[in-house]
C-alpha cells in the first residue's frame, strides 16, 4: 500500500523531526519548492507500538522509497516480531479484539534522501 504525500521528502534540510507523546507519533519536514521557499508538513500516527529512525547509511534496501510517499508493505517481519510482544502482552484482551486486534497495526516507511528512513 502506498500513501501519497503533499510535499516530496527529498527535498528536507531541516527535518525530519519527531515527537513521541503516548502512542502518538508526529513527524514534522520542511520541503524547499522551486522558488526557494520553505514549506514544513505534518504526519501524524497515532496507536504506535514501536518507533525507529536510520540513518541513510544504515537503511535496508526495502526503506528506500519513493519522496512522495509513505509505504506500508503488505509483509514485513519487522511488524511480525512487534506484534508477537504485542499479543503476548496486551493484544490477547478482549478491548483489544474489540479495537481491531493485530489487524489495525501497519508498518510504514518514509525515506529522507541524505537523512534516513
Keep these: 500500500m502506498k500513501i501519497n504525500l503533499s ?6 534540510s531541516e527535518g525530519p ?17 522551486d ?12 496507536e504506535v507500538l514501536t518507533f525507529e529512525y536510520r540513518q541513510e547509511s544504515c ?5 528506500v522509497v519513493g519522496s512522495r510517499q509513505i509505504y506500508a508493505p ?3 517481519p519487522y511488524l511480525d516480531e512487534v506484534l508477537s510482544r504485542w499479543q503476548t502482552s496486551v493484544g490477547w484482551q478482549a478491548w483489544q ?6 489487524e489495525r497495526f501497519r508498518n510504514f516507511i518514509l525515506f529522507f534522501d541524505g537523512a534516513g528512513a
Design 7 to 12: 510535499r516530496p521528502t527529498n527535498r528536507t
Design 97 to 102: 479484539q474489540r479495537q481491531g486486534g493485530a
Design 35 to 46: 522558488d526557494g521557499s520553505i514549506e514544513w508538513s505534518k504526519v501524524v500516527f497515532r
Design 17 to 33: 523531526r519527531f515527537r513521541l507523546e503516548r502512542s502518538q507519533l508526529t513527524l514534522e519536514y520542511d520541503s524547499e519548492a
Design 59 to 63: 537503511c535496508a534496501p526495502e526503506s
Design 74 to 76: 503488505s509483509e514485513s
